[in-house]
């Protein structure tokens, strides 16, 4: 049964009601216990490691950290071990640029062109700083590219990844729409470079860094040593957590490469409720909702009857939330090194905690197994109102669902046609039928959101369900795919120091992307082989000599060529 808590509140004589926001910070225990209780549950059940502030107009109430920030020495997080934040990013990037605004240098409303001169005019000239800021410019987001994702390990310039995206067409007309673009944000960090006359990395030091007393944030650099830094780590989806790949911040700039403490994002929650580094209009504009509830670098919605700006931030190991509830002066901070935490889930948990709010404490299930044939109808792809993917499959004698191109959670049976996520008592799949008893849909519900999907007809779902019944495969045959091959780009060049490398291992293939964790693939014919978790497969193709000439790897829906080098 989930543990649902009621609100702790304090009722005074005059039928005034307050929570731990007041009160935590005279001291009361019992708060502090429910918290202690709530996140070390959050560490052993969900395997949270990272760490947690909760903070009031930038003084500390509350701090702890869980877990390794180095796995190999044994270092504990703490409130001053420095994470990765991922695109917590954008919210100094915003800044920055409204600081611009305030000394005169730039117009949010005038178009880019006018800052960026070497950018394509159609459709510069289309489109405003504003526009880049809220996410309704149109410009494709780079980040979605697969040949960025393969580069990751790799330093880039700036301008280098301004030319992955700027003479790519539009997804939609300027202002029209929302779509997430980290490609805005990058070109972001370029205009602060123009207009400053400085480096974003300079300019984010002397504009807000050293304003705010935030002594331990920085632009990272994986080449550089930052002392108390966590190291990243990833869950193979399996329970195996293994060292993350190493990303270079380069990749992201201005849109996801700062670096940073609990305790500095504190210091800047508490900035933010001056005039120290912003006048109060341009802080009131960064919080105005656009579309999709967008501000600058914050999502701002009403959260338990609150006004809230919020964020996440995610890159390889790390998984950032830093949360303000505005007009109480409130901020929470949950950093984790492990980039499949909850870490947003906890935060509201967190908030539900301080405002009085019921709440689910964090739990896990036994596995429940139900015979294969009883769960195999629920197999299948389903499709959500936003057009995302939901995957529902069996895995290790288990029911899973996962977001096409995500990990893979199992599901347990609770009741019929009803499962929870094995590892979160929180997550809750319902599955939704016709009056003839056929699964026509499902009904997602995590930490008392609801989302639905449709189940999509076989045809349809051909492309995003993968065979994963093994065969054998002669070795000769899978010898011949060993090598080397180069990655080919959409732009039909081939680029250096990209490359695929793959080895046969008894019945399956092993494969490497540049410095990437070994991948383990399985055939599902002679000529495609498929990962046991992730929606990851790879088709090779031979001349009419019968020599294996290239392969094509699809993960999620990204899809790439690999020519053979040798």
Known sequence: MLQIHKPFNIKFKSGITIGLLLVISVGCREYQQRIDTYLQAAHTLWGFDGTVLIGRNGKILYSRGFGMANQKFGEANTPKTKFFIGSLTKQFTAAAIMTLQEDGLINIDSSIIKYLPDYPTDPGSRITVRQLLTHTSGIPNYTDDIEVLFKRTQPMSEQEIIEEFE????????GTKFKYSNSGYILLGK???????QSYEAYLHRKIFKLAGMHDSGYGRREAGIPDRADGYTDMGNGRIVAALPVNPSILYSAGALYSTAEDMCK???ALNTDKILLPVSRETMLTPQKNNYGFGWFVDTTYHR?????SGFLDGFNTSFDRWIDDSLCIVVFSNEDEAPVSKIARGL?????GEPYIMPGRKQPARLSRNIIAEYEGAYQT????????EIVDSLLAIHEYGMISKSLLSQAPDTFFHASDNSAQVIFNRDSMGNIIGLTRIDDGYGLSAVKLPKAAAADLLINRTPIRVDSAILDQYAGLYQIEPDTGVQEPG???TIQSAGNHLIVSIVNGEPIEVYPSSEIRFFHKDADFQITFSRNDAGRVTECQIQIGGLVVRGNRSR
């Not at 003479?167 to 300027?174: I, R, V």
């Not at 908030?351 to 405002?355: E, H, K, S």
């Open 498 to 500: 990209i490359s695929i």
């Open 307 to 311: 006004r809230h700006a919020y964020h």
């Open 167 to 174: 003479k790519k067409p539009l997804d939609f007309e300027p």
């Open 385 to 392: 109102g936003a057009g995302v993917n939901l995957i529902v």
């Open 268 to 270: 800047w929650d508490g």
């Open 351 to 355: 908030g539900a905690i301080l405002f």
């Open 191 to 197: 205009i602060i470079e123009n207009v400053s006359g």
